[in-house]
């Protein structure tokens, strides 16, 4: 029989933490801190629309862009939220999660050997969309010392005549750093010097503690080199439904559509219409989950600073990256440890790139009560290994 | 809004779910210093913003013998006194538990409790429909409580969310 793989499929990596996450996922009694979304359920009166819907008999296809009703209220959210303008009908697409943007949006911009900047740590997924888009990766590491944000320093040995796209990943999973207007504005003269496009995920941008989050395609000359991508997931506690847009100039746009007609039809009906009500309703609601977050944001660096965990102040996403450089041990021993020895689960740095070796990334989207056993059971464990040593 | 008001709104939303969170801990969780925390509590505890720390109980759960009522009354307002009089006249009994103004079909919401359902409507037939100014009054029993203060009273279902995830 033939081999039935493209090797293009087949050289793409797994996750190299994959056997990590298995395990932990099958571990019973664990306290976990690694969950990448909210603990809150969605607000019942999105809960509530998307029910109704089903029973008003909408379980037909939308639009392939997605229902006119909510492309025209994301246009609105976007304009309130990040003072940038699109087009519903031609500049808006919904999508089936921010994740299936991603994979779009490279797929329409590349290609083969046309290199995309991507910044490390990271979400796992734009190295592989990359690659099967015929991309070439580019790794950017993002510094410690700089508090994970990026940096014209960080990019500029690394352009070249090939570079095409810069991936954007702020508010950031893993490390939840940020990127100010003041960050931004370097890294966008930079771009248009380059002449570069711009893949901004924004999918936690309802989740910025420091000021309100500034996106890159705000910026001048910025809007028609960027694709911005947002969803619901995270900022409307959303993350089953599958719902998430991108917004971009037209010429691209027009593609994505193209593609995801084709591989998708559209995104599930009822979301989209659970997700109208979500926007035009559920303003206060998402301001509480900020609200509940940023509380434990300052409980865990309080609670790190007493352990003499090392920890930069993060302001963005729901995750806090600790380093435990101190104990001489890598982030997956250290996280294997921890999980069998103390039934923690926190995830290891590395699973979004080599250079989150020495850290790990540890989540709040916890209840209080939550966290506090976990973070007990974590400070017992690091007295342990510093009584070792 | 300016900081101390918006320091005092966070302060009361986290007391009205946690009435016994430690001031320390609250002071972490809002950014500020501890004694800032105690500081607008005391002030607050002064005014009577804050008017006391209550327990929520799920009496059910007790075993006690216990019934909720609610009691709807209609009454003529007094002359130069309005609704106030007749309201004290139903609060100063202990065992009211709360009563309201209510814009509507009726005038005052009272709610009540008691050991049974005779208990309760020997008060309303013996104490409460005797005041000269009570017109009507319809008395509600409560059967089951799911929510209560903004807590719902069923035991939460475990999380279905996957331990890791990336």
């Known amino acids: ?389 | 809004m300016d900081k101390k008001q918006e320091l005092r709104n966070e302060i009361l939303k986290n007391l009205e779910k946690n009435s016994r969170i430690d001031l320390g801990e609250l002071a972490v969780l809002l950014g500020v210093e501890e004694a800032e925390v105690a500081n607008e509590v005391t002030e607050m505890e002064q005014e009577k913003i804050i008017c006391g720390y209550h327990t929520m109980i799920n009496w059910d759960k007790t075993g006690a013998e216990q019934v909720t009522a609610l009691i709807e009354v209609r009454v003529t307002p007094q002359r130069n006194q309005g609704f106030d009089r007749i309201a004290e006249r139903i609060y100063n009994y202990p065992e009211v538990n709360a009563v309201y103004l209510i814009s509507g079909g009726y005038d005052l919401l009272v709610t009540l409790e008691g050991k049974t359902l005779k208990e309760v409507s020997l008060f309303v037939s013996e104490k409460l429909s005797p005041i000269d100014s009570v017109i009507s009054t319809a008395t509600h029993f409560i059967l089951k409580k799911y929510k209560d203060h903004g807590t719902i009273m069923l035991p939460k279902k475990g999380s279905d969310r996957m331990a890791v995830t990336p």
Not at chain 1, 99 to 117: F, K, N, T, W, Y
Not at chain 1, 156 to 172: A, I, R
Not at chain 1, 348 to 365: H, K, M, Q, V
């Open chain 1, 1 to 389: 029989m033939r081999n039935p793989l493209s090797k293009k499929i087949v050289q793409v990596e797994p996750s190299g933490i994959r056997r990590f996450f298995d395990v932990a996922n099958e571990m019973e009694d664990v306290i976990s801190l690694g969950v990448g979304e909210p603990d809150f359920d969605t607000p019942w009166r999105i809960r509530e629309e998307g029910i109704f819907s089903l029973e008003r008999g909408r379980t037909f296809y939308t639009s392939n862009a997605g229902l006119m009703e909510l492309r025209k209220e994301i246009c609105k959210y976007l304009e309130r939220k990040i003072h940038v303008s699109y087009n519903p009908k031609t500049e808006t697409l919904i999508t089936v999660g921010g994740s299936e943007a991603i994979d779009l949006a490279l797929r329409c911009m590349l290609d083969a050997g046309d290199e995309v900047l991507i910044p490390q740590p990271s979400y796992v997924s734009y190295l592989p969309c990359t690659v099967m888009a015929d991309g070439v990766p580019v790794i950017v590491e993002l510094k410690h010392e700089n508090e994970f944000k990026l940096t014209v320093e960080d990019l500029e040995p690394l352009v070249s005549e090939k570079t095409k796209v810069l991936v954007m990943p702020f508010p950031n999973n893993p490390t939840g750093s940020i990127m100010t207007q003041e960050d931004l504005e370097p890294i966008a003269e930079f771009v248009k010097a380059h002449d570069l496009y711009v893949l901004s995920d924004e999918i936690y941008s309802e989740l910025s503690y420091k000021g309100k989050h500034v996106s890159i395609a705000s910026l001048q000359g910025m809007r028609d080199r960027t694709i911005v991508i947002n969803g619901f997931s995270k900022g409307f506690a959303m993350t089953g439904w599958r719902l998430g847009y991108c917004c971009g100039p037209h010429l691209i746009l027009e593609q994505m559509i193209k593609l995801h007609q084709f591989a998708i039809m559209c995104a599930p009906t009822n979301s989209q219409y659970a997700a109208v009500e979500g926007l035009r309703h559920c303003e206060d609601e998402v301001e509480e989950m900020r609200k509940a977050y940023n509380q434990r944001r300052r409980f865990l660096l309080h609670e790190f600073a007493r352990m003499g965990l090392e920890c930069f102040e993060p302001f963005g996403a729901f995750y806090v990256f600790p380093s435990i450089q101190e104990f001489g041990m890598t982030s997956e021993e250290f996280a294997t440890r921890l999980l069998y020895e103390e039934k923690v689960a926190v995830v290891p740095g590395t699973a979004f790139g080599d250079c989150g070796e020495g850290f790990l990334r540890i989540s709040y989207a916890y209840s209080l009560e939550d966290l506090k056993e976990a973070l007990g059971r974590l400070g017992r464990f690091i007295q342990k290994l510093r009584n070792e040593k």
